[in-house]
DNA sequence: CGGGTTTGACCGGCGC
DNA sequence: GCGCCGGTCAAACCCG
């Protein structure tokens, strides 16, 4: 059925500022990369240290543009009217979505997902794919889908804050920190 | 054998 | 009410 991509896509677009897709280069093949200003943008500090808290709310005005946050909280709204269902968690959860230009569909962000769903969606010739995060008491969630506009990229959408340090990000930190503790007595 | 993925079924919301 | 659609479950399967 959705052998064509011709309709926009229902995603909300991102700031320029954050990603423009103009500015790549035709060339497309590349290892996994991320857009360094989408780096720059994400407070990976709040991210990664669960600081942020369950309550968000006062979420770091990371990268995500009003028009990405508008459209979430129209959709928590309408979670909110859910009643019953096996998914009757907390709704309003911090949610934030960015775009990666990678030839590989799963970003090594550091955390462990196991993935739990793929469903081919409307307007896209890619599927989306469900991870959850594996920590026993994180059930942070991504989605994953590529573009089917431009294939070389990848959105990636976030929901929840980690209430847990990314273990393999501390691991490659914890020798460099203890190495600028040692310096810093000089 | 334990952890992950695959994949079809199932469920709830929504529009008509 | 019905069908579509997106999100999740869970059994089967895969792999080191």
Same mark, same amino acid.
């Given at each position: 059925?959705?052998?064509?991509?011709?309709?926009?896509?229902?995603?909300?677009?991102?700031?320029?500022?954050?990603?423009?897709?103009?500015?790549?280069?035709?060339?497309?093949?590349?290892?996994?990369?991320?857009?360094?200003?989408?780096? &720059?943008?994400?407070?990976?500090?709040?991210?990664?240290?669960? &600081?942020?808290?369950?309550?968000?709310?006062?979420?770091?005005?990371?990268?995500?543009?009003?028009?990405?946050?508008?459209?979430?909280?129209?959709?928590?709204?309408?979670?909110?009217? =859910?009643?019953?269902?096996?998914?009757?968690?907390?709704?309003?959860?911090?949610?934030?979505?960015?775009?990666? =230009?990678?030839?590989?569909?799963?970003?090594?962000?550091?955390?462990?997902?196991?993935?739990?769903?793929?469903?081919?969606?409307?307007?896209?010739?890619?599927?989306?794919?469900?991870?959850?995060?594996?920590?026993?008491?994180?059930?942070?969630?991504?989605?994953?889908?590529?573009?089917?506009?431009?294939?070389?990229?990848?959105?990636?959408?976030?929901?929840?804050?980690?209430?847990?340090?990314?273990?393999?990000?501390?691991?490659?930190?914890?020798?460099?920190?203890?190495?600028?503790?040692?310096?810093?007595?000089?």
């Amino acid at each position: 059925m959705e052998g064509q991509d011709a309709p926009p896509l229902p995603l909300p677009q991102l700031p320029p500022s954050l990603f423009s897709p103009s500015l790549l280069p035709s060339s497309s093949l590349q290892p996994p990369f991320i857009e360094p200003q989408v780096l &720059q943008d994400i407070d990976w500090v709040s991210l990664l240290s669960g &600081q942020s808290g369950v309550g968000d709310q006062n979420r770091p005005p990371t990268m995500e543009s009003a028009s990405v946050i508008a459209e979430e909280e129209k959709k928590e709204n309408k979670d909110r009217m =859910r009643k019953s269902g096996r998914i009757m968690k907390k709704h309003s959860r911090p949610r934030f979505a960015f775009q990666t =230009r990678s030839a590989d569909d799963i970003l090594d962000d550091g955390y462990r997902w196991r993935k739990y769903g793929q469903k081919a969606v409307k307007n896209s010739s890619y599927p989306r794919s469900y991870y959850r995060c594996t920590h026993p008491t994180c059930n942070v969630k991504k989605q994953v889908q590529r573009l089917s506009k431009d294939t070389s990229i990848v959105v990636t959408t976030y929901e929840g804050i980690h209430n847990h340090p990314c273990e393999k990000l501390m691991e490659t930190l914890t020798p460099l920190l203890k190495q600028m503790q040692f310096f810093a007595r000089f």
